[in-house]
């Protein structure tokens, strides 16, 4: 089936007072109908600014933006990065959605969540009023809040955080759209909401059938509802692939790291967490050769002096699960699984 | 809902009792007979003792505060025999300088304070919000910069200085306004003579108050566009000029409106140097003049006047504010 979204070599950058910061560099990924695309990173990765980007929400005046994001409806398509302003409105909530991290200052605090709900029918179905508060309903019904009849006339601070995400899940999906983004979706809630909520957007996508991007920095999240992974680090994909290779058979140092700082269930409370040492780099002036190099322990293995002055290409054996890394793949198979081994005993 | 507004109102006359026994009481410590000044040159002291006593001076504080309070409610009455006359409730005294009841000053002075006020407020308002808007959607270009340098000029200028270069150029050399020596003219009897004689005033007082609404939304907007549902309007496709007028705008009226509540309240109570400048023989000058007089009962009641005021427009204020914040409706 064809994709929903296609980015193709994404590149993000931005003035600051300091320079030029890559946001995202290079990055490729596609979204199928019924999946879960991941992108995992820590704060700063450029995780964020791909997904505004793909609903045309980073700053347009100053940011500089190249590659494709394609956007594949029903029968029609779009490139993000390209289309004027007006068209990619035209999509925006109808074909590709987002939700935000904190429900709590994403919707509106003055209006009533049933008119915040109508307004985003009806931004794309003019006129329409009494279509559009029926929807209300029956979206709030469809994501779980009871007397949705009653609810959409109330406001948002009269919700808990948990009920807002839902209704933020609600709006956007009052134009069944395509593709939606989550980014953070469960980070501003408590554990057991955290797991509502991502039970509510499986349910939904079975029976919507749309493609979903999610963007985390929650390993547990992504375990729990991504088909596929993009780990990114410095503005770049370094590894790529389906939800079972990443967690068993990660192929990129920076994913390996990641795993093995997670905290067991189990550990002993002396054991100390295994934090990846030193600080990302500043996406300012990234390193010529691997960004990861300098927090690296495996540049040993790499042919000599290749991590510090060549730029890793996202390769792999096969097509599905790729990574960047200068050390040869069958030396990182055997190290690596001896590692999640023993960092899983 | 009531009940707020009964409370409200409680403490807004435990308020008012408070600024009356005020300003009373400093009145009566400065060093003045007050019977004395009601005379002039050609005073003697029969005539004073005899004023004293008509005025009700040779009574003591607390009394003359009580005939004061109960004046508002019921009227009062002055002198006897012959020479009585009464002033009528609500009652606020007796200008012994305008030989009038100070009520019936105000309500001459009041129509020209309040039209003044409002006529002005109506002009910052639209042309601050509207600049503020503009140099916010517009931020770091032109437009922006046309509204700061407006800005700079307009809260460096005092009153007096704009007000003056009004009165001589545009009305004296230019002759665009003609100089309104009609006075006061109802907007009903005469809706050209009425802008002739309040316009240069309004623009006087607008354009400084303008100045500071055009800051106050250019600040208000720019700091609600970075909000998070701002980015959620966006996300469902909504255009920036809806974006801007409808959820922008929304969560900016609500401090706005309180500021306009409050400085619409300082106005009533009397635009000074503005009214000196045009001529206007509205409250403030009207207070101006009864404090170079020593006129205690004139000050009296513009005082409290102006503190019911500003309490009233507090009250309203947050009452709208209700309506404006669902937030603060609930509670």
């Known amino acids: ?345 | 809902m009531p009940r707020f507004i009964l409370r409200r109102a409680y403490f807004a006359v435990l308020t008012l009792l408070l600024v009356s026994v005020v300003v009373y009481g400093v009145f009566s410590i400065l060093p003045f007979d007050p019977a004395a000044l009601t005379c002039g040159q050609k005073c003697t002291p029969q005539v004073i003792e005899a004023n004293r006593i008509k005025l009700g001076f040779d009574k003591p504080l607390w009394e003359q505060y009580w005939l004061f309070l109960s004046g508002i409610f019921l009227g009062r009455t002055y002198g006897a025999g012959s020479a009585e006359f009464t002033c009528p409730a609500p009652s606020f005294g007796y200008s012994f300088n305008e030989n009038m009841c100070v009520t019936d000053m105000l309500k001459e002075a009041l129509p020209i304070t309040i039209n003044l006020a409002i006529g002005a407020f109506i002009i910052w308002i639209i042309v601050g919000v509207g600049l503020g808007l503009l140099a916010a959607n517009f931020r770091g270009r032109w437009p922006d910069t046309i509204s700061t340098v407006f800005v700079l000029l307009g809260t460096s200028m005092p009153t007096f200085v704009t007000g003056l270069f009004f009165l001589i150029y545009v009305t004296i050399k230019w002759k665009i306004v003609p100089l309104s020596l009609s006075g006061y003219i109802s907007l009903l009897d005469d809706p050209v003579k009425y802008f002739q004689y309040f316009i240069l005033p309004w623009i006087t007082l607008a354009i400084l108050y303008a100045a500071f609404y055009t800051r106050f939304t250019r600040a208000t907007v720019l700091e609600t566009l970075g909000e998070d549902y701002i980015r959620t309007a966006r996300a469902k496709g909504l255009s920036e000029r809806v974006v801007l007028l409808k959820h922008t705008m929304r969560a900016a009226l609500a401090p706005i409106t309180t500021s306009a509540g409050l400085d619409i309240a300082g106005l009533i109570g009397g635009a000074i140097i503005t009214e000196s400048i045009f001529n206007l023989p509205g409250l403030g000058r009207m207070t101006l003049q009864a404090v170079y007089e020593f006129d205690l009962s004139v000050v009296l009641a513009t005082t409290i006047l102006a503190a019911s005021v500003v309490i009233t427009m507090n009250l309203i204020v947050d009452i709208a504010y209700g309506y404006l914040d669902p937030r603060v409706r609930m509670k």
Not at chain 1, 1 to 22: A, C, Q, R, S, Y
Not at chain 1, 156 to 164: A, D, E, I, L, V
């Open chain 1, 1 to 345: 089936m064809k994709n929903l979204l296609e980015i193709k070599d994404l590149k993000v950058t931005f003035p600051t007072d300091d320079g030029f910061v890559n946001a995202v560099d290079g990055v490729s990924l596609t979204v199928a109908p019924g999946e879960t695309v991941a992108i995992v990173g820590e704060s700063g990765s450029g995780k964020t600014v791909t997904s505004l980007s793909v609903i045309g929400l980073h700053n347009r005046r100053v940011t500089q933006i190249s590659g494709s994001i394609i956007v594949n409806d029903k029968n029609e398509s779009l490139d993000i990065v390209t289309a004027p302003l007006d068209k990619i409105r035209s999509y925006r909530g109808r074909v590709v959605s987002m939700i935000f991290q904190d429900p709590m200052s994403s919707l509106h605090p003055y209006y009533r969540i049933g008119s915040q709900l109508a307004e985003a029918y009806l931004v794309h179905n003019p006129g329409q009023k009494e279509a559009a508060n029926k929807k209300a309903v029956e979206m709030l019904e469809l994501v779980g809040i009871p007397e949705p009849q009653v609810r959409a006339k109330e406001y948002p601070h009269q919700f808990s955080g948990g009920m807002r995400q839902r209704v933020m899940i609600a709006m956007a999906l009052m134009n069944d759209p395509a593709v939606l983004i989550a980014d953070e979706p469960t980070t501003a809630l408590d554990v057991t909401v955290q797991a509502q909520i991502l039970q509510l957007l499986k349910d939904l996508q079975t029976k919507l059938n749309m493609g979903i991007l999610l963007i985390t920095h929650d390993l547990g999240v992504v375990a729990q509802v991504a088909d596929r992974v993009s780990v990114m680090y410095a503005g770049r994909i370094v590894e790529q692939g389906n939800v079972d290779d990443i967690f068993y058979s990660p192929h990129a140092p920076y994913t390996l790291g990641l795993l093995k700082s997670v905290p067991r269930i189990g550990a002993k409370s002396s054991e100390r967490l295994k934090a990846i040492p030193g600080q990302p780099p500043s996406l300012i002036n990234l390193p010529t050769g691997c960004a990861f190099a300098p927090r690296c322990e495996y540049t040993s293995l790499a042919p000599s002096g290749s991590c510090a002055s060549l730029k890793p290409e996202l390769l792999g054996s096969n097509d599905e699960h790729k990574s960047r890394c200068h050390v040869p793949e069958d030396k990182r198979d055997k190290t690596f699984a001896a590692e999640i081994k023993g960092a899983r005993a």
